[in-house]
């Protein structure tokens, strides 16, 4: 799960790491108490879980109320890479020196947790120039080791302390939260040479969230996406018309390929895990039938041995039960296959022998 | 043959050649109990179980089950193990497994958390043992050992060597494979997990000196680096046996996990152009589709010939 800025700030705060003042608001109503409380001028960001908000119009400058009142809708409106705004933050606006990037991410390849730093911060992290890597195992970072970062940064003076702290608490932060992420950019040098995190970004490890019970509050799942993780499915919407059914993450990824190179629009990425049930696969039919925009749905099972006709069965359940009325294109790899293709003659599932068949008649729409 | 090998078929002058013992942690649980059955009825030789607490039980009136890896190693001498606990208690099984001396470990599990699977690889590196996973579907030899939940269909033993970081699409792919006539030596499930005990890159130099491996096969997906560092690893160490690769999630968003932990774009990191730019500088061929891969591996044959 990656946090909104505003949300990886509260951890910032609560670890210690500076921060100029700031307030979140979902409403201008609330954000016009806030822009009382900081005073202007302050900078509007909005507030969604993707990079690029600067050049998408998302960060707008804010001197006085009557700029607040036409740019806070504005914002709000915006949709950056399909993402709409969760919230309003407003933040101090601050003079600063010089912009440097810190982060500290898991490493995959090298297996350890990573510092990355830089002089020259406040681009995204591809273009950051003179990049310091240093690997730091499970992610402690010693005095000896933050200084070192700061001396490779050619920082100076006070600087070299404040960078130190920073490092730190960063690392206190990563370890304690379980995050793969946790960065910095821009990590302001400010007037007075002391260090302010003018962004925040922070990726959680989702495989540890039964530990932090307290990061829970920043949960953001839609009913459809609760409901698929209760089911231990793996669901991802997508803006297509086709949803894509299987089981296991690389199979269903494949098929979404496949379609995508055909020509077809998927609707959502849907992995149902491991076997396949009449019970499983009655629940993502469920799932997919809450997402109006689903005209088609393609259902690739490699079953091993699973038996086909047991998930011909849920089709034919969920067309009794008035569940879906939409036409279902489906390869079923298992036993008894020709029983299931017997069962759902005549029905709008039609099962083929291979995917890339099904996927044909999904994307020609032949539903017969 | 290689050190792989070694631990799970044995030399030919081995008592138990081809009938290496194998321990399942996590034997009474549902999922542990119906993969054991599996493992047991491909031919695998389980010779114990483990759960806290049910020592001195038997697991179908023949596996003795024990409490702790360690009983479980000396009463049998075992040297594999697989782990079919959830997830937040595998690092408590598997720092048992490593503790007592196990020195391949399978880890079924998902949903592991990274920080867990980072100590567990530590420790094994301490131990000189291997592990396989997590999040994987383990690693077989087809017709002689099993230690994994793959279905056993999609398999015949051959000269082809599968390393895979999905789980289906191994399954899938090895069954392209079997019917166009390529039998498999190996397969090894990474895991789709960001971290992997046995990186694409550590499972290539472990069957890369198999004396009679025809050709290997790679099945990646979006995610790290790992197929970047193995597609350089064969370009440096001038590997010139037959392979392909098919590399999944090319439709997949940026920025989503896409169903394995470790499936997500961020960025151009984990992209798969990356992947298969880097697959075409080792002139390694990347299939669009499952099916075209023994296409594509006959062709790299014909063409080695």
Do not use: W
Not at chain 1, 279 to 289: G, M
Not at chain 1, 328 to 347: C, H, N, Q, Y
């Amino acid at each position: 799960m990656r946090l909104l800025e505003f949300q990886a700030k509260e951890l910032f705060r609560e670890f210690g790491i500076p921060l100029l003042p700031s307030k979140s608001s979902t409403t201008i109503v609330e954000g016009r108490i806030h822009a009382k409380e900081l005073g202007y001028p302050f900078v509007i960001k909005i507030q969604v879980p993707v990079g690029g908000r600067g050049k998408a119009g998302g960060i707008q400058k804010c001197q006085n109320d009557d700029e607040f009142e036409l740019k806070y809708p504005q914002v709000m409106d915006l949709t950056i890479k399909g993402e709409k705004a969760r919230a309003i933050l407003l933040e101090k606006m601050a003079d600063i020196k010089k912009e440097l990037y810190l982060s500290i991410f898991l490493n995959r390849s090298k297996r350890c947790y990573t510092i990355i730093a830089s002089a020259e911060g406040g681009v995204e992290i591809e273009s950051v120039k003179n990049q310091i890597i240093k690997e730091i195992g499970m992610g402690d970072v010693s005095d000896e080791v933050a200084r070192e970062v700061a001396k490779k940064m050619g920082l100076e003076g006070k600087t070299v302390d404040d960078l130190v702290d920073v490092l730190k608490k960063l690392s206190k932060l990563t370890i304690e939260k379980e995050a793969e992420l946790v960065e910095i950019n821009p990590l302001a040098i400010m007037q007075d040479d002391s260090l302010m995190a003018l962004d925040g970004k922070f990726v959680t490890d989702d495989n540890s969230n039964f530990r932090h019970p307290e990061m829970d509050k920043y949960q953001e799942k839609s009913e459809i996406e609760e409901r698929a993780e209760k089911s231990g499915f793996s669901l991802v919407e997508l803006d297509g018309d086709i949803a894509v059914v299987g089981n296991g993450a690389g199979l269903v990824m494949s098929t979404l390929d496949m379609l995508s190179d055909n020509g077809g629009k998927p609707a959502c990425f849907l992995d149902v895990g491991g076997g396949a049930t009449t019970e499983s696969v009655y629940e993502a039919l469920t799932l997919i039938s809450k997402m109006n925009r689903v005209k088609k749905i393609l259902v690739n099972l490699y079953g091993g041995i699973v038996k086909t006709t047991v998930v011909a069965e849920a089709f034919l359940k969920a067309y009794d039960d008035g569940l879906i009325d939409l036409p279902v294109f489906s390869r079923l790899k298992g036993t008894e296959s020709d029983k299931a293709k017997e069962m759902l003659k005549d029905s709008r599932t039609k099962i083929y022998d291979s995917v890339e068949d099904a996927i044909n008649a999904a994307v020609m729409g032949d539903s017969n | 043959m290689t050190e792989i090998f070694d631990i799970l078929q044995g030399k030919p002058e081995d008592s138990d050649y081809k009938k290496k013992g194998v321990i399942i942690q996590g034997i009474t649980g549902a999922y542990g109990s119906l993969h054991a059955r599996n493992m047991m009825a491909y031919g695998t030789n389980v010779v114990a179980g483990v759960t806290p607490g049910k020592g001195g039980q038997k697991f179908d009136d023949k596996v003795p089950i024990y409490n702790s890896v360690k009983e479980a190693v000396d009463a049998t001498s075992a040297k594999i193990s697989i782990v079919y606990v959830p997830a937040k208690f595998f690092l408590e099984a598997a720092k048992d497994a490593l503790e007592a001396g196990i020195k391949l470990l399978v880890a079924i599990p998902e949903h592991v958390p990274v920080r867990d699977t980072l100590e567990v690889i530590e420790l094994a590196k301490q131990k000189g043992a291997i592990i396989i996973g997590p999040n994987t579907p383990g690693i077989m030899i087809p017709e002689v050992i099993k230690v994994g939940i793959m279905p056993p269909m999609p398999f015949k033993l051959g000269k082809i060597a599968v390393l895979s970081k999905s789980g289906t699409l191994l399954y899938e792919i090895s069954d392209a494979l079997t019917k166009a006539g390529f039998g498999q030596s190996i397969t090894i499930g990474i895991g789709g997990d960001p971290v992997n005990g046995t990186r694409l890159v550590d499972a290539f130099d472990m069957v890369k000196d198999i004396p009679d491996l025809e050709g290997m096969v790679i099945v990646g997906e979006i995610g790290g680096d790992s197929e970047e560092i193995l597609a350089q690893r064969i370009i440096d160490s001038k590997f010139s046996k037959p392979t392909v690769a098919y590399i999944a999630g090319r439709a997949a968003p940026k920025e989503k996990r896409m169903g394995h932990a470790g499936a997500i774009v961020m960025g151009t990191y984990g992209s798969a152009e990356s992947k298969v730019s880097m697959f075409n500088k080792a002139n390694i061929p990347v299939a669009k589709r499952p099916a075209e891969v023994p296409v594509l591996l006959a062709g790299k044959m014909e063409k080695s010939d």
